[in-house]
């Protein structure tokens, strides 16, 4: 399965991003797909989850602000970005395996930049 992450880009603290993970298969729909994210320096981390099921889950920093959603007829994955912080500044990836809660995943797609100014 070959993954593209799009919708990055530069926004000011407060504001809102969505981003979009698509596959290259119209199978998203038997992945878990996850949201991941690296900013300069650090190691990539975890952002949010979201099971074949719908089941979601989410890092606490970005719990309450940050709606992970698949909308499987589009073969599609969102991950909603409200209210921006400075430190959401990262290289976003989206990530697929056929596990509800892998422990590594098993394809990634490229990054997608997203750069929150104060």
């Known amino acids: 399965v070959q993954l593209q992450a799009s919708g990055g880009g530069l926004v000011q603290a407060g504001g809102s991003l969505r981003l979009s993970c698509a596959a290259s298969?119209?199978?998203?729909?038997?992945?878990?797909v996850g949201w991941f994210r690296q900013a300069p320096g650090k190691e990539r981390e975890f952002v949010a989850r979201?099971?074949?099921?719908?089941?979601?889950s989410y890092a606490d920093s970005v719990k309450g602000r940050f709606t992970i959603s698949r909308d499987n007829a589009k073969n599609m994955v969102y991950l909603q970005m409200n209210n921006l912080k400075p430190e959401d500044t990262a290289v976003y990836f989206c990530?697929?395996?056929?596990?509800?809660?892998?422990?590594?995943?098993?394809?990634w797609g490229q990054g997608t930049q997203v750069t929150v100014s104060s």
């Open positions: 298969e119209r199978t998203l729909s038997r992945y878990s």
């Open positions: 979201i099971t074949r099921s719908a089941t979601t």
């Open positions: 990530a697929a395996d056929p596990n509800s809660y892998p422990r590594n995943w098993r394809y």
